[in-house]
């Protein structure tokens, strides 16, 4: 499927992939994990990540099965959605006119999200082709897709034109990539004084080296998780400067905590998640920065 660009953005090739990122992609284009489709339905925002915020403990207290299981999927979609109202909402100020970047941008529900917002035209990447295709028609049923588009092109080289955008951001898919090469090319796209977020999973490196926890992370979700201290020295080599650092840990721990009590639901990584998490060795990190 080939995706027409935006006016100011040039057409770019099949992305250029590294065997590393084939085995992502492949995994990602095989993927139809209940927990990101089921949550996904209630609302057509499918959002691949996690949830923050204090959890309506009540939805355990339905005694009918069925509607209990409804009940638990509409509490986890409404706490992740909340997570992407987060993101959002530190992009601006930003205006209609503005071009935002959704960089690993899954099936498409932070793009929406910043566009329903805002107003502003959104290009979505994914290096899964499966995803773009699914968010695309998303848009399309939306009668957004003049505005929000999505794009199968590798987040370290899109393609897109040098300081095209006023925004741009990662949600929980830095750790499938170098964060030298990730930054450089949001400094590149980013217009001066414009604002790259990033909410991300990463290991607590003043502990040492990453914990088996971590460890097991990143064995289930195919990726390379990074230590703390990494983000903010390739951030200032690439001329993004935070003005704005939020620990999410102690909110992001009721939406684990909840989804391991999901039996339509569970992964097999809850437990371990929230033992990180409650160690100390793992952290869940909001960094808004500017390009200088």
Known sequence: MTIAPHADTKAAPVPTQSTYQNRVADYWNAEENPVNLELGKID????????????????????????????????????????AELLAG?????SAADRVFDAGCGRGGGSVVAHLRY?????????SAKQAAFANEQARKRDIDGRVRYHHRNMLDTGFAT?????????????????????????????RGGRYVVI???YNDTYGRASRE???????????????????????????????VQ?????????????????????GIEDTFLTAYKNGSFQYLLIAADRV
């Open 44 to 83: 057509d925002l499918y959002h691949h990540h996690y949830g923050v915020g204090n959890v309506d403990w009540t939805v355990l207290d339905e005694p009918d099965p069925e509607l209990r299981r409804g009940r638990i999927t509409t509490e986890l979609h409404r706490l992740e959605h909340a997570q």
């Open 90 to 94: 530190h992009l601006g100020p930003l």
């Open 119 to 127: 107003g502003c035209h959104a290009d979505g990447v994914t290096i």
């Open 163 to 191: 300081g095209a955008y006023a925004a741009s951001w990662n949600n929980e898919s830095t750790m499938y990539v170098e964060l030298e090469l990730l930054f450089a090319e949001h400094s590149r796209l980013l217009r």
């Open 200 to 202: 991300t999973g990463c």
């Open 214 to 244: 971590v460890s097991q992370i990143n064995a289930h979700y195919i990726c390379d998780i990074h230590p703390r201290s990494e983000y903010f020295r390739a951030m200032a080599r690439h001329r993004l400067v935070p003005v704005h």
């Open 247 to 267: 620990d999410l840990t102690a909110d992001t721990i009721p939406y684990w905590e909840l989804r391991r009590q999901a039996d339509h639901l569970v992964t």
